[in-house]
């Protein structure tokens, strides 16, 4: 059974990918804040007798990050880790408060960062594993009031880039995908309509988890939606 670890399963693509890692058979880790959303995360793959866990982490504290990776790592590494987990709070730069930058660079970028450096060393021991970064098509798009949020995902572009090279030759496969505009609560107050569903979104992380080449090393792919 493999192993997934996936930050942001209370909703959208989190949840959506959760279940359907779970029907394939994947013993899934929930990482991220414990909430009634999450309960229901917790529910639904309950009802289906899918395998799940749930580690109540801080995604912007690093000790409470370590104390669930250190959990994580107690039953061996795991096979997959997709970083998830994100938040966007819009301002106009010179109206933007320093814990609002900083919320966003530590969700967004720090985690996956401090979660992939906690759960890396077991999987390049066991040589095979995959790791996926959810960034966004805002890491190479701009739009008003959202500078934080779209330098957070461009900062996981080339986190995902130099991973990949120190990857080279290891077993392991790291690739970042970049949606557009997903119909999920995030998108609210964006102004940009929905162009693709979270289902959508998370039967592609599925592929470059299961089924994609190693050949994917280091690839940032666009998904516009239709």
């Not at 504290?61 to 061996?76: F, L, V, W």
């Not at 995908?177 to 693709?196: E, V």
Request: proline share 4%; hydrophobic share 45%; glycine share 10%.
């Amino acid at each position: 059974m493999k192993r997934y670890v996936i930050t942001g399963t209370s909703r959208g693509v989190g949840r959506a990918l959760a279940l359907a890692a779970g029907e394939k058979g994947a013993h899934v880790m929930g990482v991220g804040r414990l909430s009634p959303e999450q309960e229901k995360t917790a529910f639904l793959m309950k009802e289906a007798g899918f395998s799940f866990d749930f580690f109540p982490t801080e995604l912007t504290d690093p000790e409470s990050i370590s104390e669930s990776t250190e959990q994580i790592n107690q039953g061996g590494a795991v096979d997959v880790i997709v970083h998830n987990a994100g938040v966007i709070e819009r301002a106009a730069v010179h109206q933007m408060s320093d814990a609002t930058w900083q919320k966003q660079m530590a969700v967004n970028l720090f985690a996956p960062f401090a979660i992939t450096r906690q759960l890396l060393p077991l999987m390049l021991a066991k040589a095979r594993g995959r790791i996926l970064f959810v960034s966004s098509i805002s890491a190479v798009l701009g739009a008003k009031h959202q500078s934080a949020y779209h330098a957070s995902k461009a900062g996981v572009v080339g986190l995902m880039r130099c991973l990949a090279e120190e990857l080279s030759d290891s077993g392991l496969m790291t690739m970042a995908l970049l949606p557009g505009a997903i119909d999920t609560d995030m998108l609210q107050g964006s102004g940009f309509p929905p162009r693709m569903t979270a289902e959508e979104v998370a039967a592609t992380l599925l592929f470059y988890a299961e089924d994609a080449s190693q050949a994917h090393q280091g690839a940032a792919v666009e998904m516009f939606g239709v």
